[in-house]
Nanobody
Framework: QLQLVESGGALVQPGGSLRLACSAS????????IAWFRQSQSPGKGREGV??????????DYVEAVRGRFTIYRDFAENSVILQMNRLKPEDTAVYYC????????????????????WGQGTQVTVST
């Protein structure tokens, strides 16, 4: 069974940075497309895709709200996918999840159309003064 574990969430002030990790054990994460999603507790907000990276890092994509502030990349030594989040805003507050898919190498979607599975348990990110 494929299992992902998210870590790195914390309370941070606006403008600060956090580094989230999506880790796996027992299988090589770089053979899968990995995506980050977030779920806010704000009323009416559903799960939102944040970023994705294809296997072998051929392609990455971001939702417009985080483009230029967040960076996704693979840490091959740690068998992890990192989401580096800079210039954080209060609206980035959410539980962040990672999931994987057996997608193609040349593209990925920051939208879950049922292709993502093996969701982790999530890590809380709170951006507040």
């Amino acid at each position: 069974q494929l299992q992902l574990v998210e870590s790195g969430g914390a309370l941070v002030q606006p403008g600060g940075s956090l580094r989230l990790a999506c880790s796996a054990s027992g299988f090589a994460l770089n053979t899968y497309t990995i995506a980050w999603f977030r779920q806010s507790q704000s009323p009416g907000k559903g799960r939102e895709g944040v970023s994705c990276i294809t296997y072998r890092s051929y392609y990455v994509d971001y939702v417009e709200a985080v483009r230029g502030r967040f960076t996704i990349y693979r840490d091959f030594a740690e068998n992890s996918v990192i989401l580096q989040m800079n210039r954080l805003k209060p609206e980035d507050t959410a539980v962040y999840y990672c999931a994987l898919s057996e997608g193609p190498a040349d593209t990925c979607e920051v939208v879950d159309n049922g292709q993502y599975h093996s969701w982790g348990q999530g890590t809380q990110v709170t951006v507040s003064t």
